[in-house]
Protein backbone atom coordinates (compact mmCIF):
# COMPACT_ATOMS: atom_id res chain seq x y z
CA UNK A 1 0.00 0.00 0.00
CA UNK A 2 1.26 3.44 -0.44
CA UNK A 3 2.84 4.80 2.73
CA UNK A 4 1.20 7.22 5.06
CA UNK A 5 2.84 10.52 4.79
CA UNK A 6 4.00 9.71 1.18
CA UNK A 7 2.85 13.19 -0.06
CA UNK A 8 0.54 15.75 1.70
CA UNK A 9 -1.56 16.23 -1.28
CA UNK A 10 -2.06 12.25 -1.56
CA UNK A 11 -2.68 11.37 1.44
CA UNK A 12 -6.51 12.75 1.83
CA UNK A 13 -7.57 10.44 -1.29
CA UNK A 14 -5.32 7.29 -0.50
CA UNK A 15 -7.87 7.82 3.21
CA UNK A 16 -10.82 6.26 2.19
CA UNK A 17 -8.67 3.22 0.52
CA UNK A 18 -6.77 2.76 3.64
CA UNK A 19 -10.31 2.45 5.86
CA UNK A 20 -11.09 0.02 3.35
CA UNK A 21 -7.99 -2.16 3.45
CA UNK A 22 -7.65 -1.99 7.29
CA UNK A 23 -11.72 -3.11 7.39
CA UNK A 24 -10.78 -6.19 4.88
CA UNK A 25 -7.46 -7.32 6.04
CA UNK A 26 -7.00 -10.38 8.46
CA UNK A 27 -3.78 -8.40 9.87
CA UNK A 28 -2.32 -5.03 9.56
CA UNK A 29 1.35 -4.06 10.42
CA UNK A 30 1.81 -0.63 10.96
CA UNK A 31 5.08 -0.08 9.72
CA UNK A 32 7.25 3.14 11.01
CA UNK A 33 11.01 3.61 10.37
CA UNK A 34 12.90 2.75 13.31
CA UNK A 35 14.83 5.66 13.01
CA UNK A 36 11.85 7.84 13.12
CA UNK A 37 12.26 10.54 16.27
CA UNK A 38 8.21 11.28 16.73
CA UNK A 39 5.14 9.60 16.59
CA UNK A 40 3.09 12.28 16.07
CA UNK A 41 2.76 11.91 12.63
CA UNK A 42 1.56 8.17 12.50
CA UNK A 43 -0.91 8.98 15.73
CA UNK A 44 -2.92 11.80 13.96
CA UNK A 45 -3.02 9.49 10.68
CA UNK A 46 -4.50 6.57 12.94
CA UNK A 47 -6.92 9.18 14.81
CA UNK A 48 -8.43 10.65 11.31
CA UNK A 49 -8.95 7.36 9.59
CA UNK A 50 -10.43 6.19 12.32
CA UNK A 51 -12.87 9.22 12.83
CA UNK A 52 -15.14 7.86 10.11
CA UNK A 53 -15.78 4.63 11.21
CA UNK A 54 -17.89 3.65 14.61
CA UNK A 55 -17.06 2.24 17.88
CA UNK A 56 -17.38 -1.28 16.61
CA UNK A 57 -15.32 -0.84 13.16
CA UNK A 58 -12.66 0.75 15.29
CA UNK A 59 -12.27 -2.22 17.68
CA UNK A 60 -12.48 -4.85 15.00
CA UNK A 61 -9.45 -2.79 13.10
CA UNK A 62 -7.42 -2.17 15.97
CA UNK A 63 -7.77 -5.84 17.25
CA UNK A 64 -5.83 -6.44 13.97
CA UNK A 65 -3.10 -3.51 14.68
CA UNK A 66 0.99 -4.60 14.91
CA UNK A 67 3.34 -2.18 15.11
CA UNK A 68 6.34 -2.57 13.70
CA UNK A 69 9.73 -0.79 13.54
CA UNK A 70 11.22 -1.31 10.43
CA UNK A 71 14.98 -1.41 9.45
CA UNK A 72 15.99 -1.62 13.02
CA UNK A 73 19.45 -2.38 11.51
CA UNK A 74 19.79 1.19 10.79
CA UNK A 75 19.99 2.13 14.16
CA UNK A 76 24.27 2.32 14.89
CA UNK A 77 26.35 2.70 17.16
CA UNK A 78 26.46 1.21 19.35
CA UNK A 79 26.75 -2.33 17.69
CA UNK A 80 24.57 -4.98 16.43
CA UNK A 81 26.64 -8.55 17.27
CA UNK A 82 26.19 -11.42 14.58
CA UNK A 83 26.88 -14.34 17.11
CA UNK A 84 28.57 -16.85 14.99
CA UNK A 85 27.33 -20.62 15.48
CA UNK A 86 29.21 -22.99 12.33
CA UNK A 87 28.66 -21.34 9.00
CA UNK A 88 25.40 -19.45 10.37
CA UNK A 89 24.58 -16.68 12.90
CA UNK A 90 21.70 -14.38 14.41
CA UNK A 91 22.20 -10.31 14.67
CA UNK A 92 21.54 -9.32 18.21
CA UNK A 93 21.53 -5.85 19.49
CA UNK A 94 24.36 -5.18 22.16
CA UNK A 95 22.72 -3.88 25.50
CA UNK A 96 23.27 -0.40 24.80
CA UNK A 97 21.19 -0.94 21.72
CA UNK A 98 18.96 -3.31 23.17
CA UNK A 99 18.26 -0.09 25.44
CA UNK A 100 17.61 2.17 22.93
CA UNK A 101 15.44 -0.38 21.01
CA UNK A 102 13.48 -0.78 23.79
CA UNK A 103 12.69 3.01 24.99
CA UNK A 104 11.55 3.50 20.90
CA UNK A 105 9.50 0.79 20.88
CA UNK A 106 7.54 2.03 24.39
CA UNK A 107 7.25 5.52 23.08
CA UNK A 108 5.86 4.28 19.96
CA UNK A 109 3.23 2.36 22.05
CA UNK A 110 2.50 4.94 24.56
CA UNK A 111 1.87 6.88 21.22
CA UNK A 112 -0.17 4.72 18.77
CA UNK A 113 -1.85 2.08 21.25
CA UNK A 114 -2.31 3.65 24.73
CA UNK A 115 -5.27 6.16 23.36
CA UNK A 116 -7.29 3.29 22.47
CA UNK A 117 -7.36 1.13 25.42
CA UNK A 118 -11.09 0.43 25.39
CA UNK A 119 -10.97 -0.68 21.67
CA UNK A 120 -8.32 -3.06 21.71
CA UNK A 121 -8.57 -6.80 22.40
CA UNK A 122 -5.49 -9.42 23.00
CA UNK A 123 -6.04 -12.53 21.25
CA UNK A 124 -3.55 -15.77 20.68
CA UNK A 125 -4.27 -19.03 20.59
CA UNK A 126 -4.73 -22.19 23.32
CA UNK A 127 -3.23 -24.93 23.20
CA UNK A 128 -5.45 -26.40 25.69
CA UNK A 129 -5.32 -26.53 29.85
CA UNK A 130 -5.75 -22.75 30.29
CA UNK A 131 -8.48 -21.89 32.90
CA UNK A 132 -7.50 -18.41 34.74
CA UNK A 133 -10.31 -15.74 33.89
CA UNK A 134 -11.23 -12.37 35.13
CA UNK A 135 -13.79 -9.36 34.02
CA UNK A 136 -10.95 -9.18 30.92
CA UNK A 137 -10.22 -12.89 29.93
CA UNK A 138 -11.81 -14.94 28.09
CA UNK A 139 -10.63 -18.72 26.57
CA UNK A 140 -12.47 -21.37 25.14
CA UNK A 141 -10.96 -24.25 23.53
CA UNK A 142 -9.03 -23.00 20.44
CA UNK A 143 -8.82 -19.52 21.58
CA UNK A 144 -7.45 -16.79 24.80
CA UNK A 145 -8.17 -12.99 24.39
CA UNK A 146 -8.00 -10.03 26.66
CA UNK A 147 -10.14 -7.02 26.58
CA UNK A 148 -8.09 -4.23 26.52
CA UNK A 149 -4.40 -2.74 26.21
CA UNK A 150 -1.76 -6.42 27.39
CA UNK A 151 0.56 -3.41 28.65
CA UNK A 152 4.21 -5.37 29.78
CA UNK A 153 2.72 -4.43 33.55
CA UNK A 154 -0.57 -6.40 32.85
CA UNK A 155 1.80 -9.10 31.57
CA UNK A 156 4.38 -9.17 34.27
CA UNK A 157 1.38 -9.69 36.58
CA UNK A 158 -0.54 -12.45 34.97
CA UNK A 159 2.57 -14.05 34.73
CA UNK A 160 3.45 -13.80 38.46
CA UNK A 161 -0.19 -14.91 38.95
CA UNK A 162 -0.14 -18.00 37.15
CA UNK A 163 3.54 -18.53 35.77
CA UNK A 164 2.13 -22.10 34.11
CA UNK A 165 0.62 -20.18 31.16
CA UNK A 166 3.49 -17.82 30.85
CA UNK A 167 3.84 -18.65 27.44
CA UNK A 168 0.18 -17.79 26.76
CA UNK A 169 0.72 -14.32 28.29
CA UNK A 170 3.51 -14.09 26.44
CA UNK A 171 1.88 -14.23 23.37
CA UNK A 172 -1.11 -12.12 24.36
CA UNK A 173 1.19 -9.14 25.76
CA UNK A 174 3.30 -9.35 21.70
CA UNK A 175 -0.14 -8.52 20.18
CA UNK A 176 0.04 -4.91 21.64
CA UNK A 177 4.38 -4.51 21.72
CA UNK A 178 6.02 -2.82 19.14
CA UNK A 179 8.33 -4.52 17.28
CA UNK A 180 11.60 -3.33 16.12
CA UNK A 181 12.53 -5.96 13.24
CA UNK A 182 15.11 -5.78 10.91
CA UNK A 183 14.29 -7.90 7.08
CA UNK A 184 18.00 -7.76 6.44
CA UNK A 185 19.47 -8.95 9.83
CA UNK A 186 16.52 -11.20 10.03
CA UNK A 187 15.76 -9.90 13.91
CA UNK A 188 12.71 -10.26 15.56
CA UNK A 189 10.96 -12.01 12.44
CA UNK A 190 10.25 -14.98 14.62
CA UNK A 191 8.31 -12.78 17.51
CA UNK A 192 6.59 -11.32 14.45
CA UNK A 193 5.53 -14.88 12.77
CA UNK A 194 4.12 -15.64 16.23
CA UNK A 195 1.43 -12.43 16.45
CA UNK A 196 0.70 -12.71 13.10
CA UNK A 197 -0.76 -16.42 13.70
CA UNK A 198 -2.36 -14.98 17.05
CA UNK A 199 -4.08 -12.56 15.27
CA UNK A 200 -5.13 -14.79 12.41
CA UNK A 201 -7.46 -17.03 14.49
CA UNK A 202 -7.63 -20.26 15.72
CA UNK A 203 -7.36 -22.21 12.52
CA UNK A 204 -3.81 -20.34 11.30
CA UNK A 205 -2.17 -22.54 14.51
CA UNK A 206 -2.83 -25.57 12.65
CA UNK A 207 -1.60 -24.03 9.31
CA UNK A 208 1.45 -22.54 10.45
CA UNK A 209 2.38 -25.30 12.85
CA UNK A 210 5.65 -27.01 11.60
CA UNK A 211 7.15 -22.91 10.86
CA UNK A 212 6.14 -22.38 14.70
CA UNK A 213 7.90 -25.36 16.09
CA UNK A 214 11.36 -24.19 14.37
CA UNK A 215 10.89 -20.01 14.37
CA UNK A 216 14.25 -19.73 15.70
CA UNK A 217 15.74 -21.20 12.22
CA UNK A 218 14.12 -17.51 10.88
CA UNK A 219 16.97 -15.61 12.88
CA UNK A 220 19.46 -17.61 10.77
CA UNK A 221 21.97 -15.52 8.83
CA UNK A 222 24.83 -17.50 6.76
CA UNK A 223 27.99 -16.34 7.86
CA UNK A 224 28.50 -15.84 3.88
CA UNK A 225 25.77 -13.15 4.05
CA UNK A 226 26.94 -11.73 6.81
CA UNK A 227 29.85 -10.63 4.90
CA UNK A 228 28.12 -8.86 2.38
CA UNK A 229 26.20 -6.47 4.77
CA UNK A 230 28.69 -3.76 5.38
CA UNK A 231 32.69 -3.15 5.83
CA UNK A 232 34.70 -1.44 8.35
CA UNK A 233 38.48 -0.17 7.42
CA UNK A 234 40.72 2.33 9.07
CA UNK A 235 43.19 4.25 7.19
CA UNK A 236 46.13 5.34 8.86
CA UNK A 237 46.81 8.79 7.34
CA UNK A 238 50.24 9.46 8.64
CA UNK A 239 51.60 6.20 7.82
CA UNK A 240 49.61 5.80 4.88
CA UNK A 241 48.42 2.27 5.15
CA UNK A 242 45.45 0.08 6.31
CA UNK A 243 45.52 -0.53 9.65
CA UNK A 244 42.61 -2.71 9.58
CA UNK A 245 40.54 -4.25 7.33
CA UNK A 246 37.11 -5.93 8.21
CA UNK A 247 36.37 -7.40 5.07
CA UNK A 248 39.89 -9.08 5.05
CA UNK A 249 39.69 -10.22 8.77
CA UNK A 250 39.64 -14.21 8.62
CA UNK A 251 36.18 -16.10 9.70
CA UNK A 252 36.93 -19.77 9.79
CA UNK A 253 32.85 -21.00 10.59
CA UNK A 254 33.05 -24.67 12.14
Known amino acids: MPGIGESPATDPAYAAMYV ?35 DEERRHVMSKLTVVLTKADTLTPPPWIFDMRGRHG ?12 AAKAAYFERALLEPWDDLLTATTYNTGGFTPADDR ?29 AEVFQRLRDNHRVLPCSALFRFNLAP ?29 VPVADMRGFGNFMIWDGVRGVTAFDLGRHPFNPL
Do not use: M, N
Open 20 to 54: EKLAEADVVIWAVHADSRSAAYDAERLRLLLAGVD
Open 90 to 101: TFVPSAQLAGRL
Open 137 to 165: LASDGHTVRYRGHFSQAVCDAYRAAHPEH
Open 192 to 220: LLVTVVSKLGPTAIFRFQRLLDDVTALGG
